[in-house]
């Protein structure tokens, strides 16, 4: 349990530090690690196949895609970086002490959630559940990934010069 | 079921509002378009580790899986053409900064 803990803490420290961070490219990074580290945690609730997902979806192809946006944008003046920090500064730095409050109020109630527990499942396999069980989810998957494609070639559709 | 499974409840519970505190919080605060974004992959993050969190200590954690691969599609789409939109107000703006977006104002 104390090394699931430190798990939650490290991931939460990635977070903060994303959030934090001036830079964009090291916000995305941060991201990259918050989502290898839930990774870690996922493998420890035996949920292997969807932390494969996890980290070659997003850690791999959303930290591409950040990146690549990133990239695509100018940098800023000298003189904008240090109005930048200045406002950014005065905007985040209650964050922290939110955070720190919030944990030692939640950790104080040590609330017990009344759940009546269902019974254990029959399939144990995630494929099988997927393949099986949630056949319309899949489906659904298929419409939302078609969506997407349609709607990036919408976006990225060059204009017809009349 | 065994103390020792709903003992972990409480303590990611906990973990997963603050985790969502903190992408609330960027989302809210920031005026950077992709940060903006950032904190809505933060949000998602939160959400799997609740599912994850939840399967686990049910002992569904199949089922638990197979909802977070169909999240996993949804944040990929909904990032992919978040993106596609960022970039589409840079380049008529020339700026990823909220307050200068004047052209939705009603």
């Given at each position: 349990?104390?090394?699931?803990?430190?798990?939650?803490?490290?991931l939460?420290?990635?977070?903060?530090?994303?959030?934090?961070?001036?830079?964009?490219?090291?916000?995305?990074?941060?991201?990259?690690?918050?989502?290898?580290?839930?990774?870690?945690?996922?493998?420890?609730?035996?949920?292997?196949?969807?932390?494969?997902?996890?980290?070659?979806?997003?850690?791999?192809?959303?930290?591409?895609?950040?990146?690549?946006t990133?990239?695509?944008?100018?940098?800023?003046?000298?003189?904008?970086?240090?109005?930048?920090?200045?406002?950014?500064?005065?905007?985040?730095?209650?964050?922290?002490?939110?955070l720190?409050?919030?944990g030692?109020?939640?950790?104080?109630?040590?609330?017990?959630?009344?759940?009546?527990?269902?019974?254990?499942?029959?399939?144990?396999e995630?494929?099988?559940?997927?393949?099986?069980?949630?056949?319309?989810?899949?489906?659904?998957?298929?419409?939302?990934l078609?969506?997407?494609?349609?709607?990036?070639?919408?976006?990225?559709?060059?204009?017809?010069?009349? | 079921?065994?103390?020792?499974?709903?003992g972990?409840?409480?303590?990611?519970?906990?973990?997963?509002?603050?985790?969502?505190?903190?992408g609330?919080?960027?989302?809210?605060?920031?005026?950077?378009?992709?940060?903006?974004?950032?904190?809505?992959?933060?949000?998602?993050?939160?959400?799997?580790?609740?599912?994850?969190?939840?399967?686990?200590?049910?002992?569904?954690?199949?089922?638990?899986?197979?909802?977070?691969?169909?999240?996993?599609?949804?944040?990929?789409?909904?990032?992919?053409?978040?993106?596609?939109?960022?970039?589409?107000?840079?380049?008529?703006?020339?700026?990823?900064?909220?307050?200068?977006?004047?052209?939705?104002?009603?």
């Amino acid at each position: 349990m104390s090394v699931n803990i430190a798990i939650l803490l490290s991931l939460l420290a990635a977070s903060l530090w994303t959030v934090l961070t001036r830079s964009l490219l090291r916000s995305a990074i941060g991201l990259a690690l918050t989502s290898a580290i839930l990774t870690i945690l996922m493998i420890r609730l035996d949920s292997s196949l969807a932390a494969v997902f996890e980290l070659s979806v997003c850690t791999g192809l959303i930290s591409v895609l950040f990146i690549s946006t990133i990239s695509l944008t100018h940098p800023l003046t000298r003189k904008e970086i240090l109005a930048h920090m200045r406002e950014r500064r005065a905007r985040f730095w209650f964050l922290p002490f939110l955070l720190i409050a919030l944990g030692v109020i939640l950790s104080l109630l040590k609330i017990k959630p009344p759940i009546d527990l269902p019974a254990p499942e029959a399939v144990k396999e995630a494929r099988n559940v997927l393949w099986s069980l949630r056949q319309v989810d899949v489906m659904g998957q298929i419409i939302v990934l078609l969506t997407g494609v349609f709607g990036v070639v919408i976006l990225f559709k060059e204009r017809v010069k009349k | 079921m065994s103390n020792g499974v709903l003992g972990v409840l409480w303590p990611f519970s906990l973990f997963i509002i603050m985790l969502s505190v903190v992408g609330l919080y960027c989302v809210l605060v920031t005026r950077n378009l992709i940060r903006a974004l950032i904190g809505l992959e933060l949000l998602f993050k939160a959400v799997t580790l609740l599912l994850v969190t939840v399967g686990y200590v049910t002992y569904h954690a199949a089922l638990a899986q197979a909802l977070v691969i169909t999240l996993i599609v949804i944040e990929v789409v909904v990032m992919t053409v978040a993106v596609g939109v960022v970039l589409g107000i840079r380049s008529y703006n020339e700026s990823l900064d909220t307050r200068r977006i004047r052209n939705l104002k009603g």
